[in-house]
Structure formats: C-alpha cells, structure tokens
C-alpha cells in the first residue's frame, strides 16, 4: 500500500515538477549510486521525511550499511556502531529514529531512556546478536571462573546485562587491555575474538558466533579480484575470517574503511563488507574506483524510506527494554563510551 493511502494526515508523495526542482542538487550528489528511475519514488519521501523530522522534533541516525538514499537523503548522523552510541548519547531531539539493526535500536535507547526511540521495522535483526544467549554468558563464566566477559555490541540489552563492558570492531583490542588480565572471553563473533587475540598479548577466549555477511568471504575471491585487477587496494571488516584479513591491506570498522578511503585515496578500492558501503563512500570520493564484490545484509536492508515515514508519522516500532535489563546493560555500554572519552 502507497503511505498516502494509509490515512488523512500523510503527505502527498506525487514527484511534481517543483519536488524535482527542490530535490535537484541531492540527487546531482548521489546521481551514480541511485538510477534515475528510482528517483521520482525515492524523492517525494525524502523531503516528506525531512519535514517530518522537524515537526516532531527528531533525528535518524544511519548506520553505514543503510541505502544511499537513507544515508545520504535524510540521516543526520552515519557512522560505525561506535559512532551511533555516542551520538546517541549527546542526541538533543524527543524521538530518535535508528536506521540499522534492533542491537543498534536498543543501544539507542540503553543511553537515552528518557526518549522515543524507534526501530522503522522490528525483523532488523543480526545473526551475531541472535548466536549468543544470557544463559551462554552464565555457562562461560562458570566455564571460566573470574575471567571478564566483553560483549560485541552486536548482542541483545539481555546478553549486554550478563557482561562486563561492551565494544565495538573499532575499540575491541584497547577494551580487552583496558580490564588488566591475562585472559578475557569475546562473546559472541569468534572471527572478531580471533583477529582481536592476532593484536594483543591478552589471551582472548572466543565464541562461536558468526556474521552471515563476512563470514562469506574467502582468501581465493580476494586473490581472483587482485588477480583481475592490477593495483587494487582490499579493506576488510574484522568480521571476516581471520585468513581473509591477512590477504587484506587493512582491516578495520566500518568507520576506519571509510577513513582509510578518504586518506589514502586508492586509484581502485574492495570493500570487503556489506554492499551499500561502496555505494556510499563513493559519493564523497569521485576519483577512486570501487570494485563491489557484494555479500548484502538482509536485516540491515528491512529498512527502507517507506517504513522510517510510517516510524515518524506513527511512533512506529517504539523499543523499549525491561528495566531490570536495562540497567545493567547500560552499565557496560557507558563503561566503552567511558574509556573512549
Ligand atoms: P561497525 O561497528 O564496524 O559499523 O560494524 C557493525 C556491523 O554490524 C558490521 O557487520
Ligand atoms: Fe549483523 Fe552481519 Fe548484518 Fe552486521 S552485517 S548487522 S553483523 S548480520
């Protein structure tokens, strides 16, 4: 069903010629990630959304892997899971909108109890938040007396309230040293445990959790692609497994692949992540080439344009999280942010 026929007091999504004129120079910025036929349906929501957003005084956060139209078109924040939290944790608006997966929408609402925070659809999830129960973490502690357990912050409120400190790909090897043992347990993405344990004296005890994205990868597609492309540049995110980033050039964060582009300004560029991330790091570097392998996440895909409308024009999906879960979990994500700081 088309948003406008959903009731009354939704906007007009007609593409008229001044919604074309308006909308002009973002779709110049975005011309050679978005085909002009999706356009006329991309851009009246587009602009619906944005006005929206100030009538109830709200703001989208975007995770890198959202579309370019997202990302570009109406977050006013993008960024890593790192970034996300802590501008979480500053955002001044009544409704936070999270355009990513359900962690990152709980994250969102663990630093910012006080505000509507909503998720555009409930089915966002993450197959590494969905590997690794509560009751796991309790085993592994009676497995491992004492040794503190560091949660990826692609986990449920529920695991984060059993851990001991959050982080995220960006800050994994300084959290395990921040707790001054010799051994810490990594829950739940093992690739992430292993290349982390590859970084640092502190033994680091993996779990078995995988991304169903990055754990595709494999060292034979990257030397086909070196193989067909001379001089290319591969980048990996330490979701991969950890034979993919040695035969990488760097590894880091979504946010550090980002950089290490914007820096280094290679003549031709793999990602070796989620699909939309070359999409939309290619609209703010013109002169880089990205060859796309593309493994694409299907979670991260449930949120469109169409369903962030409906979130602000209805208070639709509104996460909220049991207080007794909340507390602790907030504890450890906020002592990440802390050491951050
Ligand atoms: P980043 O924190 O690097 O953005 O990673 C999040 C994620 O889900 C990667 O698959
Ligand atoms: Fe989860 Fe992997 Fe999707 Fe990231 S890419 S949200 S880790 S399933």
Same mark, same amino acid.
């Given at each position: ?6 009731n009354?007091l ?12 308006e909308?002009?120079?973002?779709y110049?910025?975005?011309?050679d ?5 999706e356009w ?21 956060l ?7 139209e997202?990302?570009?078109g109406?977050?006013?924040?993008v960024?890593?899971s790192l ?30 109890p ?10 966002a999830?993450?197959s ?11 085993d ?7 040794v ?10 529920a695991v984060k309230?059993?851990?001991?400190i ?14 001054g043992?010799?051994?810490v347990?990594?829950?739940?993405? %093992?690739? #992430?445990?292993? =290349?982390?344990?590859a ?5 680091? /005890? @993996?779990?078995?959790? *995988?991304?169903? &994205?990055?754990?595709r990868?494999?060292?034979?597609e ?18 991969c ?5 040695d ?16 820096d ?18 290619a ?26 409308? %409906?979130? #602000?024009?209805? =208070? ?8 007794? /879960? @909340?507390?602790?979990? *907030?504890?450890? &994500? ?8």
């Amino acid at each position: 069903m088309n948003i406008a026929q959903i009731n009354g007091l939704t906007p007009d999504l007609s593409y008229t010629p001044e919604i074309a004129d308006e909308m002009a120079p973002l779709y110049d910025k975005v011309k050679d990630v978005i085909p002009p036929v999706e356009w006329p349906v991309f851009a009246p929501l587009i602009r619906a959304i944005n006005q929206l957003k100030v009538e109830r005084h709200a703001i989208i956060l975007a995770h890198n892997y959202q579309t370019p139209e997202i990302f570009h078109g109406v977050a006013d924040v993008v960024g890593d899971s790192l970034q996300l939290a802590r501008e979480a944790a500053k955002a001044d608006a009544d409704i936070i909108v999270q355009c990513g997966v359900h962690f990152m929408a709980e994250t969102a609402k663990l630093l910012n109890p006080d505000k509507t925070v909503l998720i555009p659809d409930t089915g966002a999830g993450c197959s590494l938040a969905e590997s690794v129960t509560p009751a796991d973490i309790r085993d592994l502690r009676c497995q491992y007396p004492g040794v503190p357990v560091v949660t990826y912050i692609n986990t449920s409120a529920a695991v984060k309230a059993e851990c001991d400190i959050c982080c995220t790909s960006s800050n994994a090897v300084k959290i395990v040293e921040s707790l001054g043992t010799e051994r810490v347990i990594l829950v739940p993405d %093992e690739f #992430l445990a292993r =290349n982390v344990n590859a970084q640092t004296e502190v033994d680091v /005890i @993996a779990f078995s959790g *995988r991304c169903e &994205v990055h754990e595709r990868f494999t060292v034979q597609e990257l030397r086909d692609y070196r193989a067909g492309h001379d001089g290319l540049k591969i980048i990996a995110h330490p979701e991969c497994p950890p034979e993919v980033l040695d035969e990488a050039d760097f590894a880091g964060s979504t946010a550090g692949m980002i950089k290490w582009v914007q820096d280094h300004q290679p003549q031709k560029v793999m990602m070796v992540t989620e699909c939309s991330m070359s999409d939309n790091v290619a609209v703010e570097n013109p002169n880089v080439e990205f060859i796309r392998p593309c493994n694409l996440c299907p979670h991260m895909k449930k949120i469109t344009l169409q369903n962030i409308l %409906e979130a #602000l024009l209805y =208070n639709r999906h509104e996460v909220h999280i049991d207080p007794t /879960i @909340a507390a602790p979990a *907030r504890r450890a &994500v906020e002592r990440m942010i802390d050491l951050g700081r």
